[in-house]
């Protein structure tokens, strides 16, 4: 049988990583498989739900739409690279305060999903903030208190920035 595996060298949250991988792995699968990057979730698989969201060269994308194999010589960044980096601690805290997760699986999608939104100078209208949201489902929370918690952080970071702080 021909060999469908390619090797591929990427940085994955700030770490080289070089590995051999089936030409057809996901890349989320790819991540929580072979890298064990469980933060990123697998729903419906096939681009709808948003659980698999993800960074790669700066840009979210469905972790489940695109192949690891397509990452070679690129930049991803999962959950646990935002968390770690500590890039969205005011955003964890902000859905924990304002009860913006249930069952916590959407969460880390909608995370990376938010964060996307939240540029400098700009304060995004909760209109803006369901339409950028919209592609990343949640079955427990009515998105009322994602909503609440992206807006808040919107806010507290543009306060930051006027009030001078980093
Ligand atoms: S698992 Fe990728 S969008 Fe649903
Ligand atoms: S908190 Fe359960 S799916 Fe969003």
Partial sequence: MADTTIDIAL???????????????????????????TGSHVGCEHGFCGACTVRVNGEIVRGCLMLAAQCDGGT???????????????????????????????TPGMLVAAQALLKPGVIPTREEIREHLSGNYCRCTGYHAIVDAVEAVAQEREEARAGGKP
């Fill in 76 to 106: 991803v960044e999962t959950i646990e690279g935002l968390s770690d980096a500590g890039e969205i601690a005011d955003l964890q805290a902000a859905f924990e305060q304002r009860n913006a997760l249930q069952c916590g699986y959407c």
């Fill in 11 to 37: 940085t994955v949250n700030g770490e080289p990583i070089s590995e051999r991988v089936d030409a057809r792995k996901t890349l989320v699968d790819f991540l929580r498989d072979d890298l064990f990057l």
